[in-house]
């Protein structure tokens, strides 16, 4: 069963804290990415990966940073938390090319920043 | 570069009616079109994907939408709503380069008894 575990479902952090958040796809894709989901603006990509240690800006990537180092995890970085970044957090992942649209997510991860 | 308007941010139905959420979208290439659906405290999965051929897709659950060109739409549609669907859903554009989806605002649907 394809699965994207990410590291915790709830986080509260103060503001100026850094923040990890961790991705694990066992699908073996190419592509992951990295989303913000608020109410009535719908999902966001702040940054996406089509290889290891490769990256590409989103929509809003401002005040984000990632790293993959390998194939499997996609790790996104608040350099410097802010009570603006309080939100959902989604990763997926997916085939390349074609399939690139089909995604698949893991359960989120709701980050509030004090 | 596209776009995807979902029109309604709520839509309520009783249990058995049909259910239609709506989704027009903006294409500068022959679009591929999903629809994800998204449980109270849970990611999103798939639900439905048009690519190309029969513009008549059926996903889970008993949900089906059909790609209209010339209405630029992609409507969901249940013939009977049931509890279970009580969810957000959202309708995605990919215009095929770059692999980025491009996501509607969602609608929620709630589904009264």
């Known amino acids: 069963d394809v699965k994207v575990t990410q590291s915790s479902r709830y986080l509260v952090k103060r503001t100026g804290e850094k923040v990890f958040l961790e991705c694990v796809q066992d699908m073996d894709h190419e592509n992951m990415f990295w989303y913000r989901q608020d109410p009535g603006l719908g999902l966001r990509l702040i940054y996406f990966?089509?290889?290891?240690?490769?990256?590409e800006k989103g929509d809003i990537p401002e005040g984000y940073s990632v790293s993959r180092e390998k194939k499997e995890r996609f790790s996104l970085i608040l350099e410097s938390a802010s009570t603006n970044q309080t939100s959902m957090y989604l990763c997926?992942?997916?085939?390349?090319?074609?399939?690139?649209?089909?995604?698949?997510f893991g359960p989120g991860t709701r980050l509030t920043v004090t | 570069a596209q776009s995807v308007t979902q029109l309604g941010s709520h839509v309520s139905v009783s249990e058995g009616a049909l259910v239609l959420l709506r989704c027009n979208y903006s294409?500068?290439?022959?679009?591929?079109l999903f629809w994800y659906v998204q449980y109270p405290n849970q990611g999103l999965q798939l639900l439905l994907k048009?690519?190309?051929?029969?513009?008549l897709v059926k996903g889970i659950n008993g949900f089906e939408a059909e790609f209209k060109k010339s209405e630029t739409s992609f409507h969901l549609t249940k013939p009977s709503a049931h509890m279970s669907d009580a969810a957000e859903y959202f309708c995605a554009v990919w215009g095929g380069s770059q692999g980025n989806l491009i996501f509607g605002k969602g609608t929620k649907l709630s589904v009264k008894p």
């Open positions: 294409s500068s290439v022959p679009p591929y």
């Open positions: 048009y690519t190309t051929g029969a513009t």
């Open positions: 997926a992942s997916s085939l390349p090319g074609q399939a690139s649209g089909e995604q698949y």
């Open positions: 990966s089509y290889d290891v240690k490769m990256k």
